[in-house]
């Protein structure tokens, strides 16, 4: 039951990725092959590859994480957030991984909507590509499914409805929480990234995202919502 999981146990979480480079033709010609091979089965009747490489954020071979924003209970029902951003992916990353040398992150639990097929594997795969390992609590080799300490509000929902995809933006809703989708959305931010150049606005935007996240489990527990702790 997930009522029994203690809050200060939790590290909410959510990631915002763009792809590595700002257009397709700032691609090597390898880089480009590769592409098309690994979207040739995703792609409708006549759109090519670099007309489908606005999609290449999505995925963590051809794409890069700007900014991990997590998100831990505090005392009178508060919610603490910090984020890692930067262009520089791999100190990003760095930074991010040291938080998991705290004593309090020592068998910490990770909780994010859709974070077994997006937010964990991206950060784990980024990690090997950068030449690091991944924390910890994102090395599933050898755990079996109950050990694996993952969260992830979207499987939560499905109650065994494996056909359900439900978003971020309807949870909310439907719990009557504010919606983080109040001025940008998934869509904009590779756009926002490379074009207006605008990264504070993608960190205010992930940083909505992990309270409606933990607004959303607290909902699922019948509590009452965080508000965010200064």
């Known amino acids: 039951m997930i009522h029994k999981i203690p809050l200060e146990k939790i590290l909410f979480l959510d990631i915002e990725t763009v792809p590595l480079a700002s257009d397709w033709a700032a691609l090597d010609e390898t880089e480009q092959k590769l592409w098309d091979k690994k979207t040739r089965f995703q792609r409708k009747d006549g759109i090519s590859g670099e007309e489908f490489y606005e999609r290449a954020g999505i995925m963590a071979e051809f794409g890069k994480i700007i900014c991990i924003t997590v998100g831990m209970a505090e005392k009178n029902n508060t919610l603490k957030i910090k984020s890692f ?19 309090r992150l020592q068998d910490v639990m990770l ?14 795969r980024r990690f090997l590509i950068n030449g690091m390992l991944p924390p910890l609590p994102f090395q599933l080799f050898g755990k079996k499914p109950w050990e694996i300490p993952h969260i992830d509000t979207m499987e939560l929902w499905k109650f065994g409805d494996y056909k359900s995809f439900v978003s971020l933006e309807l949870l909310a809703h439907v719990f009557g929480i504010p919606t983080p989708k109040d001025d940008i959305d998934g869509s904009m931010v590779a756009s926002i990234y490379y074009i207006e150049k605008d990264l504070f606005r993608i960190v205010q935007y992930c940083e909505k995202d992990v309270l409606t996240l933990a607004n959303i489990f607290r909902k699922m527990r019948q509590e009452d919502i965080f508000t965010i702790s200064e």
């Not at 991010?96 to 004593?103: A, C, D, K, M, R």
């Open 85 to 103: 951003y930067g262009d520089d992916e791999k100190k990003l990353l760095l930074e991010f991984g040291e938080i998991f040398n705290s004593p």
């Open 111 to 124: 909780c994010a909507h859709n974070g077994k097929e997006f937010d964990f594997p991206w950060i784990a």
